[in-house]
């Protein structure tokens, strides 16, 4: 099907919000993802105003025989091979903090209005390190952010979900109303259909202890081989992380760290501040402090901690999970990724889990990997010719490490449609009941997202439906 022959129905498209194609204004600033590096060319953009036009969308594409993806603030995006309709949900902003504990958040909404509104009633919504980050999408990944050992993986606090799935119905997901849906939407990401509104508990937090600190290149073996032995023993009331840095010397770094090599360590404790300070002393007596520091922090900042880049940017990531960390995995990630290394990543960071995090949920979910101690995680430039060595240095980080290595991912940390690295993302059982779902609820293959897990399925055995 060519864009042309499809291009002229679209103006039978009966929805509030715009229509946009090609060339028109508008098009181009609403089908960019946040990761420029991603191509993104839909046939049109439909800008929705209402969980209705979202259901329009997808019974037009199901007619018309296209895909439909979904972008609200472009992070996680993802290359359509079909011919694509891209419906875009930023302006369904809906939010409200309920007189339970609650929330209620459309799919525009981003975590930072979450945390500004909930921080007058000292109430908090699980949001991970970038603030900037839609509440949705973070979500249906799971979700795991600074104060994930205390308070478990983001999408455990999930209550509801608001649907328009691959056959054009609007439906409510809840552990009693179509709980399968409710199963696969906590995990899946996209792959069973365009999440409208989520409602999901917030947590009594004001404030906690913590931020991030910055080491120089001194001593930066023995501060990554301490980091990991102290994490073995840190209680649940702390999660950290630490990430090496190589940031360009560009507007905006720092001084002392805009084209340097630097440590960053970061901390949140969630308890009594003196306690916080007594465990992260230790750590910062290790190396220089070029930048940063610990303190009491509101919660509403807890994005300080990792100060995680705002405006778009072409990148490239890699991505794993680590059963456990000990002195010679350390070694094997200095080779490749310390301060003597020839590194053209740009980050390259490692976060703690375990306590809270690897609890199961109440509800079951396709939420996998709770048994990981680490995650690791490098970012490049997306750009030729530099994408080639951080693609290839991150595939030499993940082989130097195999041996500790759980052989998975998780869904946040992995956009990709190549389905081995979908399957790495879920268990053989969970990756087949998403398929199984998707082929149920979207049974003529509409929503993009659900065609690499059906292609995932498919590498190991017969694939289902489509």
Same mark, same amino acid.
């Given at each position: 099907?060519?864009?042309?022959?499809?291009?002229?129905?679209?103006?039978?498209?009966?929805?509030?919000?715009?229509?946009?194609?090609?060339?028109?204004?508008?098009?181009?600033?609403?089908?960019?993802?946040?990761?420029?590096?991603?191509?993104?060319?839909?046939?049109?953009?439909?800008?929705?105003?209402?969980?209705?036009?979202?259901?329009?969308?997808?019974? !037009?594409?199901?007619?018309?025989?296209?895909?439909?993806?979904?972008?609200?603030?472009?992070?996680?995006?993802?290359?359509?091979?079909?011919?694509?309709?891209?419906?875009?949900?930023?302006?369904?902003?809906?939010?409200?903090?309920?007189?339970?504990?609650?929330?209620?958040?459309?799919?525009?909404?981003?975590?930072?209005?979450?945390?500004?509104?909930?921080?007058?009633?000292?109430?908090?919504?699980?949001?991970?390190s970038a603030p900037n980050v839609g509440v949705v999408g973070f979500l249906t990944g799971g979700g795991i952010g600074p104060v994930v050992r205390?308070?478990?993986?983001?999408?455990?606090?999930?209550?509801?979900?608001?649907?328009?799935?691959?056959?054009?119905?609007?439906?409510?997901?809840?552990?009693?109303?179509?709980?399968?849906? !409710?199963?696969?939407?906590?995990?899946?990401?996209?792959?069973?259909?365009?999440?409208?509104?989520?409602? !999901?508990?917030?947590?009594?937090?004001?404030?906690?202890?913590?931020?991030?600190?910055?080491?120089?290149?001194?001593?930066?073996?023995?501060?990554?081989?301490?980091?990991?032995?102290?994490?073995?023993?840190?209680?649940?009331?702390?999660?950290?992380?630490?990430?090496?840095?190589?940031?360009?010397?560009?507007?905006?770094?720092?001084?002392?760290?805009?084209?340097?090599?630097?440590?960053?360590?970061? !901390?949140?404790?969630?308890?009594?501040? +003196?306690?916080?300070?007594?465990?992260?002393? $230790?750590?910062?007596?290790?190396?220089?402090?070029?930048?940063?520091?610990?303190?009491?922090?509101p919660y509403a900042a807890i994005g300080a901690i990792h100060a995680d880049p705002v405006d778009p940017m072409p990148a490239t990531e890699t991505?794993?999970?680590?059963?456990?960390?000990?002195?010679?995995?350390?070694?094997?990630?200095?080779?490749?990724?310390?301060?003597?290394?020839?590194?053209?990543?740009?980050?390259?960071?490692?976060?703690?889990?375990?306590?809270?995090?690897?609890?199961?949920?109440?509800?079951?979910?396709?939420?996998?990997?709770?048994?990981?101690?680490?995650?690791?995680?490098?970012?490049?430039?997306?750009?030729?010719?530099?994408?080639?060595?951080?693609?290839?240095?991150?595939?030499?980080?993940?082989?130097?490490?195999?041996?500790?290595?759980?052989?998975?991912?998780?869904?946040?940390?992995?956009?990709?449609?190549?389905?081995?690295?979908?399957?790495?993302?879920?268990?053989?059982?969970?990756?087949?009941?998403?398929?199984?779902?998707?082929?149920?609820?979207?049974?003529?293959?509409?929503?993009?997202? +659900?065609?690499?897990?059906?292609?995932?399925?498919?590498?190991?055995? $017969?694939?289902?439906?489509?």
């Open positions: 099907m060519t864009e042309l022959s499809v291009a002229a129905p679209l103006e039978n498209l009966a929805v509030a919000g715009r229509v946009l194609l090609p060339g028109q204004p508008g098009y181009a600033e609403l089908a960019t993802p946040w990761n420029v590096a991603v191509r993104s060319e839909p046939i049109a953009v439909v800008e929705a105003l209402s969980a209705d036009d979202v259901v329009a969308a997808v019974r !037009f594409a199901r007619a018309s025989g296209l895909t439909v993806s979904v972008q609200a603030t472009g992070h996680g995006a993802m290359a359509t091979e079909r011919p694509s309709l891209l419906v875009h949900t930023s302006r369904l902003n809906e939010l409200e903090i309920r007189g339970d504990g609650t929330a209620r958040a459309g799919a525009g909404v981003r975590w930072a209005q979450v945390l500004e509104a909930g921080a007058p009633l000292g109430l908090a919504g699980l949001a991970g205390t308070y478990g993986v983001s999408s455990d606090r999930v209550t509801a979900f608001e649907v328009v799935t691959g056959d054009g119905e609007l439906r409510r997901a809840t552990p009693t109303e179509n709980p399968a849906l !409710f199963w696969g939407l906590r995990g899946g990401k996209g792959a069973l259909g365009i999440v409208t509104a989520v409602e !999901f508990e917030l947590v009594p937090l004001a404030d906690l202890f913590g931020g991030c600190v910055y080491f120089d290149a001194t001593n930066a073996a023995t501060i990554l081989q301490s980091w990991a032995g102290w994490t073995e023993q840190l209680p649940e009331q702390a999660t950290t992380s630490v990430a090496v840095l190589r940031m360009p010397p560009m507007p905006g770094i720092p001084e002392p760290l805009a084209g340097k090599f630097a440590l960053a360590l970061r !901390f949140a404790w969630v308890g009594d501040p +003196a306690e916080g300070q007594r465990v992260i002393a $230790p750590m910062l007596e290790l190396g220089n402090v070029v930048l940063g520091g610990m303190g009491m922090l991505t794993g999970l680590l059963r456990s960390l000990p002195a010679d995995a350390v070694d094997a990630l200095i080779a490749l990724a310390g301060p003597e290394a020839e590194c053209p990543q740009v980050v390259v960071e490692v976060r703690h889990l375990g306590g809270s995090y690897a609890r199961p949920s109440e509800h079951p979910d396709a939420f996998d990997h709770r048994d990981a101690a680490y995650t690791v995680h490098a970012i490049g430039l997306g750009v030729p010719p530099v994408v080639e060595a951080a693609n290839g240095h991150g595939a030499a980080l993940l082989k130097e490490l195999g041996p500790w290595t759980t052989g998975g991912c998780l869904p946040n940390f992995s956009a990709s449609a190549d389905p081995a690295e979908v399957a790495r993302t879920y268990s053989t059982g969970t990756l087949t009941r998403l398929a199984t779902l998707a082929t149920a609820y979207d049974p003529d293959g509409v929503i993009a997202a +659900a065609r690499p897990v059906h292609a995932a399925v498919s590498r190991s055995g $017969p694939g289902l439906g489509w």
